[in-house]
């Protein structure tokens, strides 16, 4: 579960040297005004694509409502209401409920990726370039805990509005998954009953509780 929320980064998010002072410094006021502008909206929902190397695109959305959240991947759905996190897999028709503890996730969750890298990432503006008429800033982040499977990470934010394009994520592996956010909608009306699991909705699911 992890590892997928990692991917949605969400979320959803370097080392270079003087330059690397002011890169580190261009760097962060990029993802500070990123930070900020999805920290404003009151709620969000963003489908992207995603693909890894030589794989299939699938697609896949994210809605966040204060500290509640939906993922929906090709394989798996994770939600939480804020009290128990639950993960569906899609191929053993399972579930599984536990606790929810956003401190245990940290900044992986869905919650709090927009403040990833202001604790355990190195970060550095990596230049800019054109896509479609729209100017990207492109900032890379790599963790500084040595025992991380990633790599590092390259994000893609809107130069003019400082969302969030695309990421690319490298593992120690050299493997690499790239999304594209394909849809962004900010400030919508979502029902709540949206971040708590119902059986009703997956006939024959098998139920694991572990509260």
Do not use: C, H
Not at 3 to 28: P, R, T, V, W
Not at 107 to 126: E, V
Not at 170 to 182: A, C, L, P, R, Y
């Amino acid at each position: 579960m992890t590892k997928q929320i990692s991917l949605l980064i969400g979320l959803l998010f370097l080392i270079l040297g003087n330059g690397y002072a002011q890169d580190e410094k261009k760097a962060l006021a990029v993802l500070d005004a990123m930070s900020n502008r999805y920290q404003s909206f009151t709620s969000y929902k963003a489908t992207f694509t995603y693909s890894s190397q030589g794989g299939r695109p699938a697609q896949g959305e994210a809605t966040v409502k204060g500290g509640k959240f939906y993922l929906k991947m090709a394989d798996q759905e994770v939600l939480s209401d804020g009290k128990v996190l639950a993960t569906y897999l899609k191929e053993s028709n399972e579930v599984t409920l536990q606790d929810y503890n956003e401190d245990e996730i940290g900044d992986l969750s869905p919650t709090r990726i927009y403040q990833a890298y202001k604790q355990g990432y190195k970060y550095a503006f990596m230049g800019e370039t054109q896509v479609n008429g729209r100017t990207y800033e492109n900032v890379r982040l790599t963790p500084t805990a040595s025992n991380s499977p990633i790599s590092n990470v390259e994000l893609q934010i809107d130069k003019a509005d400082k969302s969030i394009k695309g990421w690319k994520i490298f593992s120690k592996g050299n493997e690499s998954t790239q999304f594209t956010v394909t849809q962004f909608q900010s400030n919508i009306a979502v029902n709540d009953n949206l971040f708590t699991f119902d059986a009703k909705r997956f006939p024959g699911v098998e139920v694991i509780d572990l509260r």
